[in-house]
């Protein structure tokens, strides 16, 4: 008998367990799609661009149709500023109030780059950073322009990495080699100030510090062949992916962004590196 209402017992379990519905399924996951391409057209010394795009992952590229070096950094205005207020800085590094953001890094007359950035809705600028051989920053010169970023429609996703660097005071840690070939990198800075990276393929026997000094003065001709990738300033937080083709050869490695103790651009700080590419 007590085997029969414990058999009894353990099918009415097993008939309630059975009765109860089966728990909803969780809704499937919005598929991805690649980050839209927002063109920005550089001149001397002014943007092409839209006036407002969406938010989320978007690819920048950059096309410079000007005689000089032209770059895409995007900035984040915080504490109600304006483009306004950024006429007014003089060279140096950046106040509390704009956020790096990152964007492409420049290419030559002519060329084009493109690095794909994580971008929060709110009110940016873009600014060129880069020097005239007159010593006058592009932005002194009128080279800013606002642009507005409004709430991501769709679900874009970065592209994906094989490589990361990590930027840091002041070094460019890789998490892997960079061989010839195409490489998809992802960018992060540290704690700490922001930084950049760039990538430039340096001319027969020169070395990054040659780059360093050409910069300074401008005077003969650059010892790099090129601008091949990379990012503008990023802050602690923000990410930027990038895609590189290299092919053999020595490149630079370098950061330009003021230091924020003494204005000295970090490369001067020990943020550059000569790499050989085989």
């Known amino acids: 008998m007590r085997r029969f209402l414990s058999c009894a017992a353990t099918m009415a379990v097993l008939s309630a367990c059975a009765e109860k519905p089966a728990p909803p399924a969780e809704p499937a996951a919005a598929p991805t799609t690649p980050p839209p391409v927002v063109e920005i057209t550089a001149a001397d010394f002014a943007y092409q661009a839209p006036d407002t795009i969406g938010g989320g992952w978007v690819t920048i590229r950059i096309k410079n149709t000007g005689q000089e070096l032209h770059h895409g950094a995007l900035y984040r205005l915080t504490q109600g500023k304006t483009a306004e207020d950024v006429y007014k800085l003089e060279p140096g590094a950046a106040p509390d109030w704009m956020v790096a953001a ?60 094989h490589l990361t660097v990590k ?6 840690d890789f998490s892997g080699e960079l061989t010839a070939g195409k490489h998809t990198i992802r960018v992060e800075t540290v704690p700490g100030q922001p930084h950049e990276v760039i990538i430039a393929r ?25 601008v091949v990738g990379g ?23 370098i950061c330009f962004i003021p230091d924020a103790k003494d204005g000295k651009p970090h490369a001067a700080h020990g943020m550059l590196k000569t790499i050989k590419v085989t």
């Open 102 to 161: 990152g964007g492409p890094s420049a290419p030559g007359p002519g060329g084009s780059l493109e690095t794909t950035v994580n971008l929060a809705p709110g009110n940016y600028l873009l600014v060129c950073e880069i020097p005239s051989p007159d010593g006058k920053l592009h932005f002194m010169k009128g080279m800013v322009r606002p642009l507005t970023v409004v709430a991501a429609t769709g679900n874009a996703a970065p592209p994906a990495a």
């Open 167 to 172: 930027l840091s005071d002041y070094a460019f």
């Open 231 to 253: 990012t503008t300033a990023l802050a602690t937080g923000e990410v930027n992916v990038f895609d590189v083709e290299l092919t053999p050869g020595d490149y630079a490695l």
């Open 202 to 226: 340096l001319m027969p026997g020169k070395k990054a510090e040659d780059f360093l000094a050409w910069v300074e003065k401008m005077n003969g001709p650059p010892p790099v062949e090129g």
